[in-house]
C-alpha cells in the first residue's frame, strides 16, 4: 500500500467531519479508533491535499486564473466573474494539521510540528485571502466543545500566519543539520536535508505574505517592511529559495496513485489561451508558450512546426461562450491547453510556493525599497528560473530555445528588459506567465491587489459589470449551521454591502 494512500486512511480515521456543523464538529469518539499515531503518518495526506492543482472554492479556477485561458463549455458563467459561494473545505485539512500538531507532542518530535504550523499558516492564508475574515482562533476546537467558531478579523488572521510561520523556521533550527529525521516527506523526502528546503519554504512563502500586505506598511502591528527586510538581511537565520529544486511542490506520479488531477479530464480539453495572453508570448517568442498549448488544428493541417509562434493563437476569453465554442470547435484557428495535461499522469509538480515567485517578490520588494537591491537582478533570475522549469516540458528538439543561450535574445526585447518606468507591470505580468497552472489563485490575489495585468474585456461576455470581484462569498453552510457568527463577521466587516463579491475585505481597505 502506498504512502499517501496509508495516510489517507490514518487521516480518515483521526479526522473525519460530520456535515452538521460546517465543517467544525467531530464525529463521537470511535472505541476502535487508533488513539495515537506517529505524526509523519498524517504528513502526506497533509502536503497532497494542501499543494494538489484542484483545490477548491474554484468559482471558475478563479476566472481560470484571471483569463490566462478560457473556457468553451456552455454554461460557464463563472468565467465572466459571475461568482457564487465557495467553501470551507480547507478546514477539513487544517483539522488533520491540528492533529498533526497534537500527535507531534505525544510523540515528542517538535519537527512535525513545525510542519504543522507551515500547514496551518498557508491554508489559512488561502482562506482568509477568499473570504476576509475566517474562524481562526476557535476553530479545530470541537474536542473542547466549540462547534460555532467565532470569525477573527482578518488582522488577527495574518498577525497569527506569521507568528506560526516565524515559530515553524525557529523550531526546525536543530535538525537543520544535513540529517533528515522526516518520515513520509512527499515534498522533499529525495533530499538528503529535506529540514532546510522545509526552512527555505517556510521563509519565502513568509516573504509573499508580507509583499501580500504592501497596502498595510503603516500598521504598527504588522511591521510588514521592517519583518521583510530581516528576512532577507538575515539569510542563515531565514534561508531562502536558491534555485527550482527547491521549490515547495508536489510531484506526480502514476506509480503511486498521486496521478495529475488533470489527467484523461475531458472537461478541460476545451480550455483555451485568452488571445491577449498569447499574443503576448508569440510576439515576444516567449518557448513557455510550447509548454502551455498546443498548436491551432489548422496550423498543424498546413504542417507549421511545433517551434513556430505562429502556430498558435487565442480567442478573447470576455467574449460569451456560444461564439467561443464555435470558434473553438469549428474554426480549427484557436489553440488549446497542451494536450501533456490531460494525456501524461504526471507532466508536472504543482508548485505550491515557487522560487521564480520568490525571485519576482524580491524583485518588487526592491522596486518599492523595502530592501536595499537592484530589482532587475531578481526580475531576471525569476524569468531565467521560469523558463528553466518549463523547459522540461516543452517537447523540443535539443538545444531549440535552451534558456541558457536564448534567454539574452528574449530579454533583450523592450517589452521585457527592465524598464524602471515600467517596472511594476513588467515584474507583475512575469510573474503572471510564470503561475500559469500553480500556486493556487495567486494570480488573482495579485490582480486584486496591484490592478495587474489589465486585462481586455472588450468581448462582451462580461457580467458584474466588468469588475473583478474582491472576495468570494461565504459558504451557505456557514449561513445555516454557524449562523450568528456568520451575520456578526459580514456585519462588522461590510455593514449594510454584505456578504458579496464586490465588498471589501480587511485587506483592500
Same mark, same amino acid.
Given at each position: 500500500?502506498?504512502?499517501?494512500?496509508?495516510?489517507?486512511?490514518?487521516?480518515?480515521?483521526?479526522?473525519?467531519?460530520?456535515?452538521?456543523?460546517?465543517?467544525?464538529?467531530?464525529?463521537?469518539?470511535?472505541?476502535?479508533?487508533?488513539?495515537?499515531?506517529?505524526?509523519?503518518?498524517?504528513?502526506?495526506?497533509?502536503?497532497?491535499?494542501?499543494?494538489?492543482?484542484?483545490?477548491?472554492?474554484?468559482?471558475?479556477?478563479?476566472?481560470?486564473?484571471?483569463?490566462?485561458?478560457?473556457?468553451?463549455?456552455?454554461?460557464?458563467?463563472?468565467?465572466?466573474?459571475?461568482?457564487?459561494?465557495?467553501?470551507?473545505?480547507?478546514?477539513?485539512?487544517?483539522?488533520?494539521?491540528?492533529?498533526?500538531?497534537?500527535?507531534?507532542?505525544?510523540?515528542?518530535?517538535?519537527?512535525?510540528?513545525?510542519?504543522?504550523?507551515?500547514?496551518?499558516?498557508?491554508?489559512?492564508?488561502?482562506?482568509?485571502?477568499?473570504?476576509?475574515?475566517?474562524?481562526?482562533?476557535?476553530?479545530?476546537?470541537?474536542?473542547?466543545?466549540?462547534?460555532?467558531?467565532?470569525?477573527?478579523?482578518?488582522?488577527?488572521?495574518?498577525?497569527?500566519?506569521?507568528?506560526?510561520?516565524?515559530?515553524?523556521?525557529?523550531?526546525?533550527?536543530?535538525?537543520?543539520?544535513?540529517?533528515?529525521?522526516?518520515?513520509?516527506?512527499?515534498?522533499?523526502?529525495?533530499?538528503?536535508?529535506?529540514?532546510?528546503?522545509?526552512?527555505?519554504?517556510?521563509?519565502?512563502?513568509?516573504?509573499?505574505?508580507?509583499?501580500?500586505?504592501?497596502?498595510?506598511?503603516?500598521?504598527?502591528?504588522?511591521?510588514?517592511?521592517?519583518?521583510?527586510?530581516?528576512?532577507?538581511?538575515?539569510?542563515?537565520?531565514?534561508?531562502?529559495?536558491?534555485?527550482?529544486?527547491?521549490?515547495?511542490?508536489?510531484?506526480?506520479?502514476?506509480?503511486?496513485?498521486?496521478?495529475?488531477?488533470?489527467?484523461?479530464?475531458?472537461?478541460?480539453?476545451?480550455?483555451?489561451?485568452?488571445?491577449?495572453?498569447?499574443?503576448?508570448?508569440?510576439?515576444?517568442?516567449?518557448?513557455?508558450?510550447?509548454?502551455?498549448?498546443?498548436?491551432?488544428?489548422?496550423?498543424?493541417?498546413?504542417?507549421?512546426?511545433?517551434?513556430?509562434?505562429?502556430?498558435?493563437?487565442?480567442?478573447?476569453?470576455?467574449?460569451?461562450?456560444?461564439?467561443?465554442?464555435?470558434?473553438?470547435?469549428?474554426?480549427?484557428?484557436?489553440?488549446?491547453?497542451?494536450?501533456?495535461?490531460?494525456?501524461?499522469?504526471?507532466?508536472?509538480?504543482?508548485?505550491?510556493?515557487?522560487?521564480?515567485?520568490?525571485?519576482?517578490?524580491?524583485?518588487?520588494?526592491?522596486?518599492?525599497?523595502?530592501? =536595499?537591491? +537592484?530589482?532587475?537582478?531578481?526580475?531576471? %533570475? /525569476? #524569468?531565467?528560473?521560469?523558463?528553466?522549469? *518549463?523547459?522540461?516540458? &516543452?517537447?523540443?528538439?535539443?538545444?531549440?530555445?535552451?534558456?541558457?543561450?536564448?534567454?539574452?535574445?528574449?530579454?533583450?526585447?523592450?517589452?521585457?528588459?527592465?524598464?524602471?518606468?515600467?517596472?511594476?507591470?513588467?515584474?507583475?505580468?512575469?510573474?503572471?506567465?510564470?503561475?500559469?497552472?500553480?500556486?493556487?489563485?495567486?494570480?488573482?490575489?495579485?490582480?486584486?491587489?496591484?490592478?495587474?495585468?489589465?486585462? =481586455?474585456? +472588450?468581448?462582451?461576455?462580461?457580467?458584474? %459589470? /466588468? #469588475?473583478?470581484?474582491?472576495?468570494?462569498? *461565504?459558504?451557505?453552510? &456557514?449561513?445555516?449551521?454557524?449562523?450568528?457568527?456568520?451575520?456578526?463577521?459580514?456585519?462588522?466587516?461590510?455593514?449594510?454591502?454584505?456578504?458579496?463579491?464586490?465588498?471589501?475585505?480587511?485587506?483592500?481597505?
Amino acid at each position: 500500500m502506498n504512502k499517501i494512500r496509508l495516510s489517507t486512511i490514518v487521516c480518515c480515521m483521526l479526522v473525519l467531519l460530520s456535515c452538521s456543523k460546517a465543517h467544525f464538529r467531530q464525529l463521537d469518539e470511535n472505541p476502535d479508533q487508533a488513539a495515537s499515531v506517529p505524526p509523519y503518518l498524517l504528513l502526506a495526506n497533509i502536503s497532497s491535499s494542501s499543494f494538489t492543482l484542484i483545490s477548491p472554492p474554484d468559482p471558475g479556477g478563479a476566472s481560470l486564473r484571471c483569463h490566462q485561458t478560457g473556457n468553451a463549455q456552455q454554461p460557464y458563467v463563472e468565467q465572466y466573474w459571475n461568482w457564487l459561494q465557495g467553501d470551507f473545505s480547507t478546514y477539513a485539512i487544517l483539522l488533520q494539521v491540528h492533529q498533526m500538531k497534537l500527535e507531534a507532542a505525544t510523540y515528542q518530535e517538535p519537527e512535525y510540528d513545525a510542519i504543522a504550523k507551515f500547514f496551518d499558516a498557508y491554508n489559512y492564508y488561502k482562506t482568509t485571502m477568499l473570504y476576509g475574515d475566517i474562524p481562526f482562533s476557535q476553530a479545530e476546537q470541537a474536542a473542547n466543545g466549540v462547534y460555532d467558531p467565532a470569525y477573527d478579523t482578518q488582522k488577527s488572521v495574518f498577525l497569527g500566519i506569521l507568528s506560526e510561520l516565524d515559530s515553524a523556521n525557529t523550531e526546525l533550527v536543530p535538525f537543520s543539520n544535513g540529517q533528515s529525521p522526516l518520515t513520509d516527506d512527499i515534498i522533499y523526502g529525495t533530499s538528503t536535508n529535506d529540514v532546510m528546503e522545509w526552512r527555505e519554504l517556510i521563509n519565502s512563502f513568509t516573504l509573499r505574505v508580507l509583499l501580500t500586505l504592501s497596502g498595510k506598511t503603516s500598521d504598527p502591528d504588522l511591521q510588514v517592511v521592517q519583518k521583510f527586510q530581516n528576512i532577507y538581511n538575515n539569510p542563515t537565520t531565514y534561508p531562502l529559495f536558491q534555485s527550482n529544486a527547491d521549490d515547495g511542490a508536489l510531484t506526480y506520479s502514476n506509480e503511486n496513485g498521486n496521478i495529475y488531477p488533470l489527467y484523461k479530464n475531458t472537461e478541460v480539453t476545451r480550455l483555451y489561451p485568452d488571445s491577449a495572453f498569447c499574443t503576448f508570448l508569440t510576439t515576444n517568442k516567449d518557448p513557455r508558450l510550447f509548454a502551455y498549448f498546443s498548436q491551432t488544428p489548422n496550423s498543424v493541417t498546413a504542417n507549421k512546426l511545433p517551434t513556430d509562434f505562429t502556430a498558435y493563437a487565442g480567442i478573447n476569453a470576455s467574449i460569451d461562450n456560444t461564439t467561443a465554442a464555435d470558434i473553438f470547435t469549428q474554426s480549427g484557428t484557436s489553440s488549446s491547453l497542451n494536450i501533456r495535461y490531460t494525456a501524461n499522469p504526471a507532466p508536472e509538480p504543482h508548485v505550491g510556493v515557487g522560487y521564480p515567485e520568490l525571485e519576482f517578490n524580491l524583485a518588487e520588494a526592491a522596486w518599492r525599497g523595502w530592501i =536595499t537591491a +537592484n530589482p532587475e537582478t531578481f526580475y531576471m %533570475n /525569476g #524569468i531565467q528560473a521560469s523558463m528553466s522549469f *518549463y523547459e522540461t516540458y &516543452e517537447n523540443l528538439p535539443a538545444g531549440t530555445y535552451q534558456t541558457a543561450t536564448y534567454f539574452p535574445t528574449y530579454y533583450a526585447q523592450p517589452a521585457i528588459k527592465y524598464n524602471a518606468a515600467t517596472a511594476l507591470q513588467q515584474i507583475i505580468y512575469q510573474k503572471y506567465i510564470a503561475f500559469f497552472y500553480n500556486s493556487f489563485e495567486e494570480p488573482y490575489f495579485n490582480m486584486r491587489r496591484t490592478g495587474l495585468p489589465v486585462l =481586455t474585456l +472588450n468581448g462582451g461576455g462580461m457580467l458584474n %459589470n /466588468g #469588475i473583478l470581484p474582491l472576495r468570494f462569498m *461565504y459558504p451557505i453552510s &456557514e449561513t445555516q449551521s454557524n449562523e450568528a457568527a456568520y451575520n456578526a463577521a459580514v456585519q462588522s466587516q461590510f455593514g449594510a454591502a454584505g456578504d458579496n463579491i464586490n465588498s471589501a475585505m480587511w485587506l483592500l481597505q
